[in-house]
């Protein structure tokens, strides 16, 4: 019985972490991306969105240079003045987050991404052509280095994105392929024999 009564207690101190893990992994992976970038565009925008996921939980990041490397640093907002961390502002460092960047992270995970797409790309050449390819090569494009992830495994919402603000804005499409654009991305799916989201 008293073991039962005390349960509660020992199970709390678990979870004291104050950002979601899935926002730290989100984190750490945008952090990556913008690391193997080399177009400066792709780095801040990158850097944008993580700046965005953090701010959600009142967090800011910077990477910190270590003997043994560098390492992301996850920290409330209220620690820094003109860009600055106050010392005197920290009453509690359990309150950071700390990711070591020195290891290979998902660099191969984001290699067989990379693979994954030009094959699906070169699928969709080869049954639809070159203009359904084109297209298909700047979805692809948009999810790797967005996303990191398999061009068919986009989601509405990721679908949309592409459509109405990188495409327009970053593609630079011909005629030809602007006007069969949504034709192209149902190939994509069809192609990789997977449902196709609304969109």
Request: aromatic residues 6%.
């Amino acid at each position: 019985m008293p073991e039962d009564a005390t349960q509660p207690d020992t199970e709390e101190p678990d979870d004291q972490q104050e950002l979601p893990e899935d926002v730290v992994e989100e984190a750490e992976r945008l952090t990556r991306l913008a690391r193997e970038a080399v177009d400066e565009g792709a780095i801040e925008s990158y850097e944008d969105r993580r700046t965005d996921l953090l701010a959600d939980h009142e967090f800011t990041a910077r990477v910190r240079d270590d003997d043994d490397g560098e390492t992301l640093v996850l920290h409330p907002e209220e620690w820094v003045e003109d860009g600055v961390i106050r010392t005197d502002r920290i009453e509690d460092t359990d309150r950071a987050v700390e990711v070591s960047l020195s290891g290979p992270g998902d660099a191969e995970e984001w290699e067989n991404v990379a693979e994954h797409n030009d094959e699906l790309v070169a699928a969709v050449a080869a049954e639809h052509g070159d203009v359904h390819a084109s297209n298909a090569r700047k979805f692809a494009d948009f999810m790797g280095n967005h996303y990191a992830r398999p061009a068919d495994s986009a989601t509405s919402a990721e679908l949309q994105e592409f459509l109405t603000e990188y495409y327009p804005r970053n593609a630079w499409p011909t005629e030809e392929e602007e006007a069969v654009v949504e034709t192209s991305l149902r190939l994509v799916f069809e192609t990789a024999e997977k449902r196709v989201p609304d969109f």
